[in-house]
Nanobody
């Protein structure tokens, strides 16, 4: 079974770049699932799909984040990366990586049951 684990700094200053890593085990990112997504949940708000990278390396981004987000991967380490630039306190959230086969499941509202695997999430706070 595919397992995902998010990691990264828990505190980021405003205007800096948030960088997170999703380490995948139990399957390779080029074969086990088609999409590898980053999803976040700000306090008191719904889950928000941020973007995804496919097993072939194609990226898809939420229009609302397109100017600030970058998703990449490293095949040798079996990891998927998130970079979110120019963060503000509104980017404070629990960040998750998740795997899935269809892009349609990223439509709002997200249903976690539609995804194959989820990481446990990592809290990121944007504050000076």
């Amino acid at each position: 079974q595919v397992q995902l684990q998010e990691s990264g700094p828990g505190l980021v200053k405003p205007s800096q770049t948030l960088s997170l890593t999703c380490t995948v085990s139990g399957g390779h990112i080029t074969t086990s699932y088609y999409y590898w997504s980053w999803i976040r949940q700000p306090p008191g708000k719904e889950l928000e799909w941020m973007g995804a990278i496919t097993k072939d390396g194609t990226t898809y981004y939420s229009p609302s984040l397109k100017r600030h987000i970058s998703i990449s991967r490293d095949l040798s380490s079996n990891q998927v990366f998130l970079q979110l630039s120019s963060v503000t306190p509104e980017d404070t959230a629990v960040y998750y990586c998740a795997s899935h086969h269809n892009l349609v499941v990223t439509a709002t509202p997200l249903n976690p049951a539609d995804f194959g695997s989820w990481g446990q999430g990592t809290q990121v706070t944007v504050s000076s």
